[in-house]
């Protein structure tokens, strides 16, 4: 029987070694690796071809096989996959999406930048400009480079992978949603109202008001309960599906 990944990534952290071209961790040849594993062929490939899928292996023709920094994609995989099979419903993304991207805010008040800030006010400024000319393929993007430059802002490993993985399976979604806001509001200025809603999340985190730029992103969302008391309220998530 394999041994549980977790162990066997501990014990691969043991015999790699470190790069020094790259500063990569290097796992040994197959063959010294089987070996110092104790294990066979067949098996060490099996497990290291799963942690290659997974993205913590990285293979380079020539060079070698490495210990890597996985990308999101595997947990956008996973939500793509649990999407189509049903596992997980469309409103309980939704719902999650609006957990994090309130605490990611909420964070990005007490650890944002004055450089960051303006990287975000400046998505928010092509938003409206893009929106307002009409490309609502550029409007999209720039709504996009907001929320992830608002991530990043915060700087958390977990929440990256969370909202990567969740953009990756609600952007047609988004896309949709934006299309849908700028067919109803009937035209005109009004009409781009949700995007500017960016702007009182960007004012929040420049005054250093977590709470404020909770509620703000609330208010994106379209989320009922937006004062101190609601917004702090356990399972205030009525989500009207207005935000982007």
Do not use: K
Request: glycine share 8%; charged share 30%; net charge negative.
């Amino acid at each position: 029987m394999s041994e549980p990944l977790e162990a066997l990534v501990a014990r691969l952290l043991q015999v790699a070694t470190i790069d020094e071209e790259s500063g990569r961790r290097r796992l040994p040849p197959e063959r010294d690796l089987c070996e110092a594993l104790g294990m066979s062929r067949g098996a060490l490939r099996e497990q290291l071809a799963v942690l290659e899928r997974l993205g913590f292996v990285q293979r380079a023709q020539g060079r070698g096989t490495y210990l890597a920094d996985p990308t999101s994609e595997f947990v956008s995989s996973y939500f793509s996959l649990s999407r189509a099979l049903g596992l997980v419903s469309d409103e309980e993304f939704a719902e999650s999406r609006v957990m994090v991207e309130e605490s990611i805010a909420e964070a990005a008040a007490t650890r944002a930048t004055p450089e960051q800030v303006a990287v975000l006010r400046a998505d928010v400024d092509r938003m409206i400009e893009s929106a307002e000319s009409g490309d609502e393929v550029a409007a999209l993007e720039a709504d996009l480079a907001f929320h992830r430059h608002l991530e990043r802002a915060v700087g958390n490993s977990v929440l990256r992978l969370l909202h990567a993985g969740l953009y990756h399976v609600l952007r047609a979604d988004i896309a949709a949603r934006r299309r849908e806001l700028a067919r109803t509001a009937g035209g005109g200025v009004s009409r781009y109202a949700d995007d500017r809603v960016h702007h009182e999340i960007v004012d929040a985190i420049e005054a250093r008001d977590p709470e404020s730029a909770r509620r703000a992103m609330r208010r994106h969302f379209g989320v009922a309960g937006t004062d101190t008391a609601e917004a702090s309220e356990p399972g205030r998530l009525t989500n009207s599906g207005s935000g982007a």
